[in-house]
């Protein structure tokens, strides 16, 4: 094997008949996951909304598994529980929300919320046409009708094609994922006095703005019935950890389950799962709140100083002021944007806008150093 781990040949075909032993097996599958996973903390990464992980929250994942903690049962994760619980305590209020749980991601945030909604009444499901895969998905599952509003100049919910709310769900995003929209929350008002059953907030990338000097941009979040909220994303956590807040605990009685082996219903989508709220509460007892809101505000000042810059160069156009870290932009000469974005490699990622290719840069990244981004723009645009 190359130590870049491009000739996979030392991964045998078949499964070994005899195996290799603990620490050699280690080892192979190391080295090869050091060389080859991509480096979501250098400096001139600014691509995806997937963050480094903080050394705290590595380690104490690594604990969990040694002892294999389930959340399915308390007798199996004494601490693990009270550790979810402690955390979705302190994170729930910033919402407005009174109780949750812990979930794989945010596809499984929203199709636990918009199970509920289903349950307590909803009979489709209403999102922007920027709204995330897994709204739609979810009405899939839940085998419910899907209704796409369009997006404004923006990418928010366009105000003046608002639709027929009655027996609805309305999903309003937070961050939309190409774009880093923010849908009005205010049309939750709206949509319940049309009918609105239940109004789920997806802010799987920016909810967590809740905690810093931008709480405001997402004012009225409270008045939504359930939120979901990506730890994986800007609490800077290893996947899979996502919230599901509910704003009243009964709410979740809609996915809860009991069985004869339980102690406890089960909440929600998943059976087993993991102890993923020890290492967000490791990560926040490190950092407390005002940590995480710096890393959070540092990655709103990198992408704004980029977007200036991006601005006020003849060579690009940016398509819009960043409202949550999320920035597109294109060269000029529009047709080169795709070898741009080959150029820029790690350093940013694609999306499609009305159809046409933009180049989509995240600042998930709390490493990155701004100049060094502009360095690898202004080497592309060469
Ligand atoms: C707005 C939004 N909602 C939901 C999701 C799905 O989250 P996850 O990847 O955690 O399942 C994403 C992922 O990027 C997202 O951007």
Redesign the pocket.
């Known amino acids: 094997m190359n130590r870049d781990g491009t000739s996979a040949g030392w991964l045998p075909d078949n499964l070994p008949d005899i195996g290799l032993g603990e620490t050699r097996a280690y080892s192979q599958v190391a080295e090869v996951i050091e060389a080859r996973s991509t480096r979501l903390g250098a400096p001139d990464t600014l691509a995806h909304?997937d963050p480094p992980t903080p050394d705290v929250a590595a380690r104490l994942v690594g604990l969990n598994a040694k002892y294999n903690q389930n959340l399915l049962h308390p007798d199996l994760s004494p601490f693990a529980s009270e550790a979810e619980a402690r955390v979705i305590a302190w994170l729930a209020p910033a919402f407005g929300m009174a109780t949750g749980h812990i979930c794989a991601?945010?596809?499984?945030a929203?199709l636990t919320a918009l199970w509920a909604a289903r349950e307590h009444g909803a009979r489709k499901i209403i999102a922007s046409a920027d709204a995330?895969l897994?709204v739609p998905k979810a009405a899939h599952i839940l085998g419910l009708p899907f209704e796409a509003v369009p997006v404004d100049a923006v990418g928010r919910m366009d105000q003046a094609c608002f639709p027929d709310t009655n027996d609805a769900a309305l999903v309003l995003?937070v961050?939309?994922?190409g774009r880093g929209a923010i849908d009005p929350l205010s049309t939750a008002a709206s949509a319940r006095q049309g009918g609105a059953r239940w109004i789920h907030v997806?802010a799987?990338?920016a909810g967590p703005l809740r905690l810093t000097m931008y709480a405001d941009r997402l004012a009225g979040v409270e008045q939504a019935d359930s939120v979901?909220v990506?730890a994986?994303?800007w609490l800077f956590q290893p996947k899979d950890s996502?919230l599901v807040l509910f704003r009243r605990a009964a709410m979740q009685d809609a996915v809860s389950f009991g069985g004869a082996y339980l102690a406890v219903p089960d909440i929600g989508v998943q059976g087993s799962r993991g102890a993923a709220g020890v290492a967000l509460l490791g990560t926040l007892l490190a950092w407390g709140r005002e940590g995480l809101a710096e890393r959070i505000e540092h990655c709103i000042a990198t992408v704004d100083v980029l977007a200036e810059r991006l601005e006020n160069d003849t060579r690009t156009n940016l398509l819009n002021r960043p409202e949550t870290a999320v920035i597109n932009w294109q060269p000029s000469d529009a047709a080169r944007t795709e070898a741009i974005i080959a150029k820029l490699g790690h350093t940013a990622s694609r999306t499609i806008i009305n159809g046409l290719p933009w180049v989509r840069q995240v600042a998930a990244n709390y490493c990155a150093d701004v100049d060094l981004i502009w360095r690898r723009i202004d080497q592309a645009l060469d």
């Open positions: 909304m991601g945010s596809t499984v929203n995330h897994s995003t961050g939309t994922t997806d799987a990338w979901a990506s994986h994303k996502a």
